[in-house]
C-alpha cells in the first residue's frame, strides 16, 4: 500500500504561480511512476503531469507543458509540481498518483495508477 496526502493548493490570480506537493509513504519499489492528475468540474480526471522515480524521465499534458514542471525529493519523499502562469482553465482539484513503471508510458491515463492522495484543490481568478 502506498499512501499519498496532497497540500499546497489555493487561490491566485492568472498569472500566478503555486507548488502544490504530495507526501509519499508506504511500500515503494525502488523505482516507480508518481503522477500530477486534474478533475474540473462536470468533467472526467485529466492527465497534468507524470514523473518515473528511477532515471526521472517526466512527460506532460499539453495544455501545461512549458508552464509546468514536477519534481521530486528523494530525501522527504515528497513530490512537487511547481505550477506557473497560472490560467482560469487550470482551476481544477488536482490529485497525485502512484503507480509500477508501466503507468509512466506517456499516456497520462488516470487508470493505470492504484494510489491516489485526496486532492488539494487550485483555484484560479481572472
Known amino acids: 500500500q502506498v499512501q499519498l496526502v496532497e497540500s499546497g493548493g489555493g487561490s491566485v490570480q492568472a498569472g500566478g504561480s503555486l507548488r502544490p506537493s504530495c507526501a509519499v509513504s508506504?511500500?515503494?519499489?525502488?523505482?516507480?511512476?508518481l503522477g500530477w492528475f486534474r478533475q474540473r468540474p462536470g468533467r472526467e480526471r485529466d492527465g497534468v503531469a507524470t514523473i518515473y522515480t528511477g532515471p526521472e524521465i517526466t512527460a506532460y499534458a499539453a495544455s501545461v507543458k512549458g508552464r509546468f514542471t514536477t519534481s521530486q525529493d528523494n530525501a522527504k519523499n515528497t513530490l512537487y509540481l511547481q505550477m506557473t502562469s497560472l490560467k482560469p482553465e487550470d482551476t481544477a482539484m488536482y490529485y497525485c498518483a502512484a503507480g509500477g513503471w508501466r503507468s509512466c508510458s506517456g499516456s497520462l491515463d488516470p487508470t493505470k495508477f492504484a494510489f491516489w492522495g485526496q486532492g488539494t484543490q487550485v483555484t484560479v481568478s481572472s
Open positions: 508506504g511500500s515503494t519499489r525502488s523505482s516507480y511512476c
